[in-house]
C-alpha cells in the first residue's frame, strides 16, 4: 500500500516562501513519477509541477513562471516542491501524487493513482 504524506504548509505573507515536502512510503518510489496539484476553494484540481524518476522536471509555466521548483531525493523517498515570491492565488490544498506510467500525460490528474491528504498553503497579510 502506497502512502503519501505533504507537509509544510502554513501561512506566509505575499513575496514569501514556502517549502513543502511529500514522504511516500510503500510501493518503488524510485520508478515513479511524481506530481503536485493544488486545488483553491470552489475550483478544480489542477497541476502545478511533475518530476520524473530521474529527477527531470515539468511546469505548469502560467501558475510557476520560474517561482516554483520541485525536486525529489530517490534514497529518501521524499519529493519537494519549494515555493517562493507567493502570491495570494497561489493559496489553496497542495497535493502529492504518484504516477506509475512515465508515458501517461503528467498534467492530467487520471494519470496519478496515488494522492497524499493535501497541505494547506495561505498566503495573505
Known amino acids: 500500500q502506497v502512502q503519501l504524506v505533504e507537509s509544510g504548509g502554513g501561512l506566509v505573507q505575499p513575496g514569501g516562501s514556502l517549502r513543502l515536502s511529500c514522504a511516500v512510503s510503500?510501493?518503488?518510489?524510485?520508478?515513479?513519477?511524481m506530481g503536485w496539484f493544488r486545488q483553491a476553494p470552489g475550483k478544480e484540481r489542477e497541476f502545478v509541477a511533475a518530476?520524473?524518476?530521474?529527477?527531470?522536471?515539468?511546469y505548469d509555466g502560467d501558475i510557476v513562471k520560474g517561482r516554483f521548483t520541485i525536486s525529489r531525493d530517490n534514497a529518501k523517498n521524499t519529493v519537494d516542491l519549494q515555493m517562493n515570491s507567493l502570491k495570494p492565488e497561489d493559496t489553496a490544498v497542495y497535493y502529492c501524487?504518484?504516477?506509475?506510467?512515465?508515458?501517461?500525460?503528467?498534467?492530467?490528474?487520471?494519470?496519478?493513482?496515488?494522492w497524499g491528504q493535501g497541505t494547506r498553503v495561505t498566503v495573505s497579510s
Open positions: 501524487a504518484s504516477r506509475p506510467k512515465a508515458t501517461s500525460p503528467y498534467k492530467a490528474t487520471s494519470s496519478y493513482n496515488y
Open positions: 510503500g510501493g518503488t518510489f524510485s520508478s515513479h513519477s
Open positions: 518530476i520524473t524518476w530521474s529527477g527531470l522536471p515539468s
